[in-house]
């Protein structure tokens, strides 16, 4: 059985693509760390992706399609977790194609939805100890003594570009704006379950656990 998993950066889909892995009745794939440990591999592709990323380009549909079909034949049968696929209205079409070879389906796909306000200001004011990289925020968790890591003692912190609104608004938009046409495809045939990713952890992953009790699958 599949389950496609959409939310936006920030949303908290590694956080529960973990949580659901505890059980040990899930296999997760993500293509970012497919491409990822197949540049690290070395192997054929590897190289050709290698090469394709360090021009600044992205590996094509067909590139991540072969990786994937890797994937099914190696999981088969099992509950398998997709994140961060299919990104695209091409990729979506040859995964269905694909699948129907293979006689599987998409069992449901989770929409986790976040408010972008609340998503920017919990994302927002994050920094980290440029030494040890412990995590503080600037409301919600400053160090002991201002300017000073408690872990050690460091002075000196960093604020990732990713972390500031602007930038973080503009990564949300640009992947809603891509998932849109892969969200309504899935809509379409009735299997997206919109999820409200702005509670807390625990809150989320017990609504999702419910809805993928509901499609079937073995918690
Ligand atoms: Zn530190």
């Given amino acids: ?38 540049v690290a591999s070395g192997s054929e592709i590897g190289l050709k992706v290698k090469e394709i990323m360090s021009q600044g380009g992205f590996p094509s549909d067909d590139l991540i399609m072969t990786l994937v079909q890797g994937q099914l034949d190696t999981h088969k049968g099992k509950q398998i977790i997709f994140d961060g696929f299919p990104r695209t209205l091409n990729q979506v079409l040859a ?65 990732r570009a990713d972390d500031q609104p602007e930038v973080l608004k503009n990564r949300v938009r640009t992947y809603l704006d891509q998932t849109q046409a892969v969200c309504d495809f899935y809509r379409q045939k009735d299997l997206v379950v919109d999820l409200d990713a702005s509670k807390d952890p625990v809150s989320v992953n017990n609504d999702l656990k419910i809805s993928l009790a509901q499609a079937g699958f073995k918690i």
């Fill in 95 to 159: 995964f269905d194609a694909l699948l129907g070879v293979q006689r599987e389906n998409v069992s449901i796909v989770i929409n986790l939805q976040v408010d972008l306000d609340q998503l920017v200001d919990r994302v927002s004011g994050r920094f980290s100890c440029k030494g040890c990289g412990a995590v503080y925020h600037d409301r919600n968790k400053r160090p002991l003594q201002d300017g000073v890591c408690d872990r050690c003692q460091g002075t000196e912190f960093i604020r």
């Fill in 1 to 38: 059985m599949i389950l496609v998993l959409f939310g936006p950066p920030g949303s908290g889909k590694g956080t529960q693509s973990e949580m659901l892995l505890q059980s040990g009745n899930f296999v997760h794939i993500s293509t970012g760390d497919l491409l990822r440990a197949e």
